[in-house]
């Protein structure tokens, strides 16, 4: 036995074999809310009773492209990308009305790995899928970006990883000499935009006080810039 609601607050119970048959026959005649026309491949169901066209209207106000179908979760289920004008990729699922930023899908949608292990000071390895995710740097340009993973619970523990397009992703370490010079650089260039006021400009934001994640999107455009100029020596010399 199975039971069905109809208009919503009207439960019916029907045996699993006429289940089975109003299931066959609802998925045969899904239409959308927003516009009364079937689901095609070119503009499917992406949110709850809505088409791609009807989701992206009721969206206008973010501006958002349709990228296409994915997956999520460690069981795979399906999702699908839009994207802001920033980049940013934001997921819809057939069965929500809601739509949710995603920041992992992001640095994964611009081809940046994303930690999922790291080993702690006791040699114990930590899952890191759960922990919030901040991103510095320029992702849809740059060949590398910095990546911060906060522990949502506890100490709060962060964590920031150095991660290149098509590449690897290193745990930023600054007592090793390339990351010290990285630092040092980036320092360097936010103390030539303090005004006479003391603050600084970064990146089109302001701050009278100079942290490390401030410095993290400098490190990505010095990270970036060096990937550049070695990759072109590299092509020069084959």
Same mark, same amino acid.
Do not use: M
């Given at each position: 036995m199975k039971i069905i609601y109809l208009d919503r607050d009207r439960p019916v119970a029907v045996e699993d074999e006429a289940y089975e048959r109003i299931l066959k026959i609802v998925e045969e005649n899904k239409i959308c809310k927003g516009c009364f026309h079937p689901y095609t491949a070119e503009n499917p169901n992406i949110a709850q009773n809505l088409c791609v066209e009807c989701l992206l209207k009721r969206q206008a106000h973010r501006q958002l492209r349709f990228v296409g179908e994915t997956t999520t979760g460690r069981r795979g289920y399906k999702a699908y990308k839009l994207m802001s004008p920033e980049g940013y990729i934001y997921l819809s699922w057939p069965s929500s009305?809601? %739509? %949710? &930023?995603?920041? !992992?899908?992001?640095? #994964?949608?611009?081809?940046?790995?994303?930690?999922?292990? =790291?080993?702690?000071?006791?040699?114990?390895? *930590?899952?890191?899928?759960?922990?919030?995710?901040?991103?510095?740097?320029?992702?849809?340009?740059? @060949? @590398?970006?910095?990546?911060?993973?906060?522990?949502? =619970?506890?100490?709060?523990? !962060? %964590?920031?990883? &150095? !991660? =290149? +397009?098509?590449?690897?992703?290193?745990?930023?370490?600054?007592?090793?000499? #390339?990351? +010290?010079?990285?630092?040092? *650089? @980036?320092?360097?260039?936010?103390? @030539?935009?303090?005004?006479?006021?003391?603050?600084? !400009?970064?990146?089109?934001?302001?701050?009278?006080y100079l942290y490390s994640s401030d410095l993290y999107p400098l490190v990505a455009d010095i990270a970036s810039e060096e990937h550049g100029e070695q990759l072109a020596v590299s092509q020069n010399a084959d």
């Open positions: 009305e809601d %739509l %949710l &930023l995603s920041i !992992s899908e992001t640095v #994964q949608h611009w081809r940046f790995p994303l930690p999922e292990y =790291y080993v702690n000071s006791q040699g114990e390895q *930590e899952y890191l899928g759960q922990w919030h995710i901040t991103i510095y740097g320029d992702f849809t340009r740059n @060949a @590398a970006i910095v990546i911060e993973l906060t522990q949502p =619970y506890g100490t709060h523990k !962060s %964590l920031a990883f &150095l !991660s =290149y +397009r098509d590449g690897e992703c290193r745990l930023i370490n600054r007592r090793t000499r #390339q990351f +010290r010079r990285w630092f040092a *650089e @980036a320092r360097k260039r936010a103390e @030539a935009t303090r005004n006479a006021y003391g603050f600084y !400009s970064i990146n089109g934001y302001t701050t009278s």
